[in-house]
């Protein structure tokens, strides 16, 4: 049976929507078109623009269903306060809008329906990590665990046992921010006295947390003597007061910051430390909820962050030497043998929303 969807993807940076057409071929997404988060009030104007621009091109497809992925956790009135941008997204508005029924989910949960569609062999969507020893082991049937550093940190969850396949959202980015040097524990104390509490693993590990990791080794409450002997790091380039580049990011928008900092990596000292620490910080935050998930279908990197920087993860082993780590021999063990992969296909998104609503339009 043909069924024509309006799915989207609502994050704090981007709104993707897209009309996506299931048939017995497969899910082929027709029409996409992308906005900024935070210049829209809401989600019914870009919404609107968007179908008039599907008709002006000649689009006469009717819509049979709405699956709408967000930033945010699901609550019970059927709306998604974005964590990461000022307006909210509302099923009963979208619904009058549209005439047809409206499913929000939460963006991991699509994220996580999504990962189910990809081939880890798939190199032009997937870049599987290699293990320390060098090793790549085949997702299996279970838990397929997503973790996703963009603007925010998401995280979601699937069981996959054949066919079955069962989402589920999480709000695990906001969990602990884990500390493993004095470095990081200085970093941990710094942002729970910006936010008078200890600090969540978000607020280090996503694109403000790459902003915030900055800040702190540029401000004076940052000391080279903080740095264990395993940073490669040239500590006399630190020493000093913040580098040229260093006070040009900062005097930058604050939000242009990530992908600066990420720019100079390889030629700035602060840059560079500060993605060193970012990288060690999300390989352990991952390593920490495998071992909560125990993913035997792979841990699956999405947000634009580790697709951008996926050179920055692959060079000496740098993500996976510190996603093995942990102080008990067996789960060590278990995060060996774990498969790791970054998700490469930017449409990831709009697929697991559309692949929700075929799920739940035929249950209407």
Not at 13 to 31: F, M, P, V, Y
Request: charged share 20%; hydrophobic share 45%.
């Amino acid at each position: 049976m043909r069924k024509v969807f309006l799915v989207g993807d609502v994050g704090g940076t981007n709104t993707n929507l897209a009309l996506a057409r299931h048939d017995q071929s497969g899910i082929h997404l027709i029409k996409k078109a992308r906005f900024s988060t935070k210049q829209e009030k809401s989600l019914l104007d870009p919404v609107r623009r968007f179908l008039e621009e599907a008709r002006a091109a000649g689009s006469t497809d009717s819509i049979d269903f709405c699956c709408i992925s967000g930033a945010g956790p699901v609550l019970p009135d059927e709306s998604i306060p974005l964590t990461n941008a000022p307006w909210s997204i509302h099923a009963s508005e979208l619904s009058s809008l549209l005439n047809i029924p409206v499913k929000l989910i939460n963006d991991f949960t699509a994220l996580s329906y999504a990962v189910t569609l990809l081939d880890y062999r798939d190199t032009e969507a997937v870049t599987q990590l290699p293990h320390t020893d060098g090793s790549l082991y085949a997702p299996r049937d279970g838990i397929m665990l997503v973790i996703g550093a963009g603007t925010g940190l998401g995280v979601g969850f699937v069981d996959r046992t054949g066919d079955h396949i069962k989402a589920f959202p999480s709000e695990g980015g906001h969990s602990e921010m884990p500390c493993f040097d004095d470095l990081s524990r200085a970093i941990h104390h710094w942002l729970s006295d910006r936010y008078g509490y200890a600090a969540g693993a978000e607020i280090a590990i996503a694109g403000q947390g790459i902003a915030n990791i900055f800040e702190f080794i540029c401000s004076d409450e940052f000391d080279v003597r903080l740095l264990s002997d395993d940073y490669e790091v040239p500590r006399t380039a630190l020493e000093a007061a913040p580098s040229n580049t260093a006070r040009n990011i900062l005097a930058s928008p604050r939000l242009d910051w990530p992908a600066l900092i990420a720019l100079h990596a390889e030629d700035d000292a602060f840059c560079a430390l500060t993605m060193e620490v970012f990288v060690r910080l999300y390989a352990l935050k991952a390593a920490n909820l495998a071992s909560i998930f125990l993913p035997a279908g792979g841990v699956w990197l999405a947000g634009g962050i580790s697709s951008k920087n996926e050179r920055w993860l692959l060079q000496n082993a740098r993500f996976m030497r510190w996603f093995e780590k942990n102080y008990a021999p067996h789960i060590r063990q278990f995060l060996a043998h774990t498969p790791v992969m970054i998700v490469k296909n930017y449409d990831i998104s709009l697929l697991g929303a559309a692949v929700a609503a075929i799920q739940f339009s035929a249950h209407e």
